[in-house]
């Protein structure tokens, strides 16, 4: 997800209400384009940055609550609540790779620097997915699990992997209701308003 862009048009002598509505406008044009990554389960990234943008149209609108309708109130729980299952399903994730890297690490005996290339979100930005001493104390050979302790690690791996299947359904059910009911207008009419 990109930093926050400065935003056009906004006059400071411009009442608050038309510069929320200015700013909400530029919150929603980052959150709209991200709908299409939705029916694509395993696009982490992108749905991970679908919840940034819901946050920041959410605090954007909580911010100028008072110069937007009383509709508003429901499209914030609706953004609320597809922010809590982006969250709870990207921290999900999280933990999938992490039980992931662990597993395959033992597996493979691949060492420490080749399970950090494994945990680059970009290999040459040398930012991590997974904190590289994180990543150390996973791969530690003094700190190996024993054959019990990986049959638990590989039980909870599966469990985190049908639970992710269930977070994943129930938010997409929620994402087509509302683009059912027109979840978009709704916004835009309060943005309009």
């Not at 605090?59 to 508003?72: A, G, H, K, R």
């Not at 290339?117 to 001493?133: C, H």
Request: glycine share 4%; net charge negative.
């Amino acid at each position: 997800m990109a930093k926050v862009s400065p935003i056009p048009n906004l006059s400071p002598q411009a009442s608050v209400a038309k510069n929320a509505r200015i700013i909400a406008r530029a919150k929603f044009d980052e959150f709209e384009p991200w709908n299409n990554i939705v029916d694509t389960s395993y696009n982490v990234r992108g749905l991970h940055h679908l919840r940034i943008a819901a946050k920041r149209l959410r605090y954007t609108l909580e911010l100028f609550l008072d110069t937007f309708p009383s509709s508003c109130a429901t499209v914030l729980q609706e953004l609320e609540q597809l922010q809590a299952e982006l969250g709870t399903l990207h921290d999900t994730d999280v933990m999938i790779a992490v039980l992931r890297l662990c597993l395959g690490g033992l597996d493979s005996g691949t060492g420490y620097e080749q399970a950090l290339v494994r945990a680059y979100t970009k290999r040459n930005t040398g930012t991590f997915i997974i904190p590289p001493l994180l990543i150390a104390s996973l791969l530690n050979p003094t700190t190996s699990p024993t054959a019990e302790e990986r049959y638990g690690l590989e039980y909870l791996l599966l469990c985190l992997q049908q639970e992710r299947e269930k977070l994943y359904t129930d938010f997409n059910q929620h994402w087509h209701m509302l683009q059912a009911r027109d979840f978009r207008r709704e916004i835009l009419s309060i943005l309009d308003a």
